[in-house]
């Protein structure tokens, strides 16, 4: 079985390394909050004090971190994975961050390493029943090597070379963030009229957009309003203009609570403020 390093354990994080260790991997973590790894260390996984410690032995090694920052702070700062990688391990660099940071990471990491840009669809209840979407960009060979892992962790749609898994989460994540956008005016709208909350989301949800009303009542679901701001804002440095998601990041980037997730945005409260 593959040995396989997790840098980021965070809230998605952590649920990859529970389905990993339930598969029989064996896992090494790495946290820059190390608390947040101690207690996979009961459930068999190996907690390491550095990123490069962290990849010394493993053939695969799992990026999931906030942003590109943070990225760029555990492959290449201090004690940082890269310098530690070994020719033949594959890296899965599976945070949203946009296509020109992936290439970025993919061509300065050591020769003989191979990489693979795997962002992932689906939230934490998802990561822990192993149904994530995981949309992959990178060589067939790499994506052959990650695949034992991988496959305990969702459904792999291959895109195209590096870059392309990125570009196709920032679609999806786009999609996303307009719909709940659009379910939150239909709600407002609603509200204005006197039609029951309900009534109007019964009937929306038989309508285009029914999977944003999906996505609202799913319990489990956690992607903070402050993260799905700063995925639109990766899509939109590719677009002159797009009334729609620049609505939708306005709405977000004005939400009080900026750790709650997306569902916030169209909770009672916030639609009768609308």
């Known amino acids: 079985m593959k040995i396989t390093a997790v840098l980021g354990t965070g809230h998605m994080g952590t649920p990859i390394v529970h389905r990993l260790l339930a598969g029989g991997h064996r896992v090494t973590a790495w946290n820059r909050s190390p608390a947040r790894s101690e207690p996979l260390a009961a459930l068999g996984a190996t907690v390491a004090a550095s990123p490069a410690a962290a990849v010394d032995d493993a053939d695969v090694v799992i990026v999931m971190l906030a942003d590109a920052d943070a990225v760029e702070a555990a492959l290449f700062g201090p004690d940082g994975a890269a310098a530690a990688l070994r020719p033949g391990t594959v890296v899965v660099q599976m945070s949203t961050i946009g296509p020109d940071e992936v290439r970025s990471v993919a061509g300065r990491l050591p020769e003989g390493v191979s990489f693979l840009d795997a962002p992932v669809g ?17 060589s067939a060979n790499a994506l052959e090597s990650a695949a034992p892992v991988l496959q305990q962790l969702g459904s792999v749609r291959h895109c195209g070379p590096v870059g392309a898994g990125a570009a ?105 403020e609308a």
């Open 122 to 138: 689906g939230s934490v209840d998802a990561a822990r029943a192993g149904t994530l979407a995981i949309f992959a960009g990178g």
């Open 168 to 272: 196709v989460k920032l679609i999806a994540n786009t999609g996303l963030v307009t719909a709940v956008a659009g379910l939150r005016d239909a709600l407002a709208v609603a509200a204005a009229l006197g039609v029951d909350r309900q009534t109007a989301l019964d009937v929306l949800g038989r309508g285009p957009l029914a999977r944003a009303v999906e996505r609202v009542a799913t319990p489990g679901a956690s992607f903070a309003v402050a993260l799905a701001a700063k995925d639109a804002r990766l899509a939109l440095r590719h677009l002159a203009s797009s009334p729609a998601l620049e609505a939708a990041l306005a709405l977000m980037q004005a939400a009080p609570d900026q750790n709650a997730d997306l569902s916030s945005l169209v909770s009672t409260h916030s639609v009768k």
